[in-house]
């Protein structure tokens, strides 16, 4: 049976920073990941996907319409656009002219920054082709540093099956937003060990079956550490968060 953490919350190595530090900095951005590791962050979480020339960019979205200046589809750009596009003043003044970040340029950074990665696997419609998406975003996590940890998740199984043919040693976690009944099958047929469960859909009952069962559970995307006081006792492993030092003090 897997030991329950703590009860009074989680352990500084099970808290994820949710886009980066995305409270106080634009989301999926350099900003944000310096804030991260500037609060204490040991891990960041951050979102992949592809331009329509095939070039792996941070960003949640399937356009830039709400985390920029600027408007358009991600399939109608290639990577020499994004010099055009501010993607901080949205968030704040100071933050001007930051820019959607390339994954191989993300990559190094995180190491320079001493922060591990969540790589959350974006398959948008125009992505016609997962074994594409699946390489690239690979390709680029072998420059990584020899200290950054990596873990793959996603709500598509497909994704995270096509990164474990990559690489079995990947930590691949199941995101969700509501759990399945068969959640243990879907989990096993993935391969994973992990879930990723938005933190309302948590229940005591549920985790200590997957405490049971050695499974970790991750609560996506809580900012009120008064929300998951009752689930440390029952075996919730960490939490993933806009903002890490509600949850590092």
């Not at 590791?37 to 040991?42: F, L, M």
């Not at 995101?175 to 060990?193: G, I, M, N, T, Y």
């Not at 992990?194 to 809580?222: M, Q």
């Amino acid at each position: 049976m897997t030991k329950h953490l703590k009860a009074s919350g989680p352990a500084k190595n099970e808290i994820q920073a949710h886009r980066g530090a995305s409270a106080v900095a634009p989301e999926n951005t350099i900003a944000a990941f310096k804030a991260a590791a500037e609060q204490g962050a040991q891990w960041v979480e951050l979102d992949v996907a592809l331009l329509g020339d095939g070039t792996a960019v941070v960003i949640h979205d399937v356009t830039v319409d709400r985390c920029s200046a600027s408007e358009g589809h991600l399939k109608d750009m290639t990577a020499a656009d994004l010099s055009e596009i501010d993607a901080g003043s949205w968030f704040g003044a100071r933050f001007k002219g930051e820019r959607i970040p390339l994954l191989a340029d993300v990559v190094p950074e995180l190491g320079r920054l001493g922060l591990n990665v969540n790589v959350e696997i974006k398959q948008h419609p125009h992505q016609t082709s997962l074994e594409q998406l699946a390489s690239t975003v690979h390709e680029h996590l072998q420059n990584r540093a020899a200290h950054t940890q990596v873990m793959i998740s996603s709500f598509d199984p497909h994704a995270l099956r096509a990164m474990n043919r990559l690489d079995a040693n990947y930590d691949l976690a199941m995101l969700w937003s509501k759990l399945p009944e068969d959640w243990a099958d879907q989990l096993a047929a993935v391969p994973a060990r992990t879930i990723h469960l938005l933190y309302k859909s948590l229940s005591i009952g549920f985790l200590e079956e997957a405490a049971s069962c050695g499974i970790k559970v991750r609560a996506w995307t809580c900012n009120d550490p008064c929300l998951l006081t009752s689930f440390w006792p029952a075996g919730l492993t960490g939490v993933i968060t806009d903002d890490p030092s509600l949850f590092l003090k």
